[in-house]
């Protein structure tokens, strides 16, 4: 009998999906019900909660969780479980006033125009936006995409407990690809896996990635690839190109018995540490050991340091987790060593210039950025064969020969290594 780790919190995980019968009739009920409008933000949690993946949470955070999560990771409704980051639903400040306490509401998803759930409303109560900006994001700059969002939501927030009526497009759009925590652990147990390290994707898997999950392997029962397939911000390439891509790398450069890929519907806050501490949250229930997380985990711009993602592992309650980071360095392709390097390994410290037509011309580190790699793409321009293996650059070539407008995507400082 194979043992995985437990779910965050407790012993079993707690979908919140109704199925059957159960889930006719609130369907049935919910037509009748006051309609509250969620954000995408706020559909895509609700269906991280129908599914498992946010084990413990039974609904929208109440005001003293939201200011738990913000203040010091606390959750005081699950006896202070660690909670990085709050998980809140809004109204609009006119809307709410038509809403009382032991309402029962349907959860209305604005983009699909379809019910996603209903809530039995505990408590309404009004945050202080900026403050949830400056703990969760580190930043009030409306110019970060996650801020963006909080600022533009409505001003009174909903909590209560809720139950989720579907999974939306996903399981359909992402056949093959999207996947209940219950099923990865199911799969995990079926290779006989107990350590499992998580890889984070959100943009194609290119040759530092690859790196990371050779890594992961050597020291792991198997990796699990794990694509967001949520919403990304203009500029990002779609899941399904990034799925195509993974596909082919996986196919030909690693062990079918070691690697599995799944997809989960969360969207991007692109809160950076505080958001790999809520990738581990539910990469613990997915069924993993571990989260690989390396430079600019989950970061967007400049707004953190490169390394902030693997130091807030250090910073949060001991005990908090049972995951643990698998923490890596700054990987690239070193000429003068002939491989894949990381700064932890490779002495030599120039940087490689590539022209651009994508030609080395000398010195040692090609830096892999995933912004980089994308921007050459979108221009145009070709690869070099360090960056990415010939069967990725095929699909992304195939989805960028697509686009009718270029997309302009902008380098943050620390990703530059290309020289004109
Ligand atoms: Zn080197």
Redesign the pocket.
């Known amino acids: 009998m194979h043992k995985l780790i437990l779910p965050h919190g407790s012993g079993e995980l707690r979908p919140l999906l109704l199925e059957g019968e159960a889930l006719q009739e609130e369907l049935r009920k919910a037509t009748g019900l006051k309609h509250v409008p969620m954000t995408s933000r706020e559909t895509s949690d609700l269906i991280m909660m129908g599914i498992g993946a946010f084990t413990p949470l039974e609904g929208f955070m109440a005001r003293d969780d939201w200011q738990g999560c913000c203040e010091s990771y606390r959750m005081p409704s699950q006896n202070g479980l660690f909670w990085p980051i709050p998980i809140t639903l809004s109204a609009e400040e006119d809307y709410a006033k038509s809403i009382a306490p032991g309402d029962e509401v349907a959860l209305w998803d604005t983009e699909t125009d379809a019910v996603m759930g209903t809530m039995k409303v505990t408590e309404k109560y009004a945050i202080d936006k900026e403050y949830e900006c400056k703990q969760v994001f580190h930043t009030t700059d409306p110019a970060h995409p996650g801020v963006e969002k909080v600022m533009e939501q409505g001003a009174v927030n909903l909590a209560g407990p809720v139950k989720v009526l579907s999974e939306s497009y996903y399981p359909e759009m992402f056949k093959g690809i999207y996947q209940r925590p219950a099923e990865a652990r199911e799969a995990f147990a079926a290779r006989g896996w107990t350590t499992v390290a998580a890889l984070q994707l959100r943009n194609p898997m290119h040759n530092s990635h690859a790196y990371l999950a050779w890594i992961a392997i050597e020291v792991c029962d198997g990796v699990y690839i794990h694509q967001l397939v949520g919403k990304l911000k203009p500029g990002d390439i779609p899941a399904e190109v990034r799925v195509k891509a993974i596909d082919a790398l996986v196919n030909k450069y690693f062990r079918k018995d070691r690697v599995i890929q799944g997809g989960y519907p969360m969207e991007m806050r692109y809160a950076g540490p505080r958001e790999a501490l809520l990738h581990a949250v539910f990469r613990q229930n997915y069924g993993c050991t571990h989260l690989i997380v390396g430079r600019d985990h989950a970061g967007v711009g400049d707004y953190y340091g490169p390394f902030d993602a693997q130091k807030i592992f250090n910073e949060i309650p001991p005990g908090a987790l049972l995951l643990h980071p698998l923490c890596m360095d700054w990987t690239f392709y070193?000429y003068?060593?002939g491989s894949m390097?990381s700064m932890k390994t490779?002495?030599?410290e120039s940087k490689a210039v590539i022209d651009e037509n994508g030609k080395y011309k000398g010195g040692?580190?090609l830096l892999l950025s995933g912004t980089l790699l994308r921007k050459l793409m979108s221009e145009g321009k070709p690869v070099p064969a360090e960056f990415s293996k010939p069967e990725v650059i095929a699909v992304l070539k195939e989805y960028y020969d697509t686009l009718e407008e270029k997309v302009e995507v902008k380098l943050h400082g620390a990703a530059t290594g290309i020289q004109k």
Do not use: F, K, S
Request: charged share 20%; proline share 11%; hydrophobic share 20%.
């Open positions: 070193c003068e060593c390097a490779c002495p030599h040692a580190r």
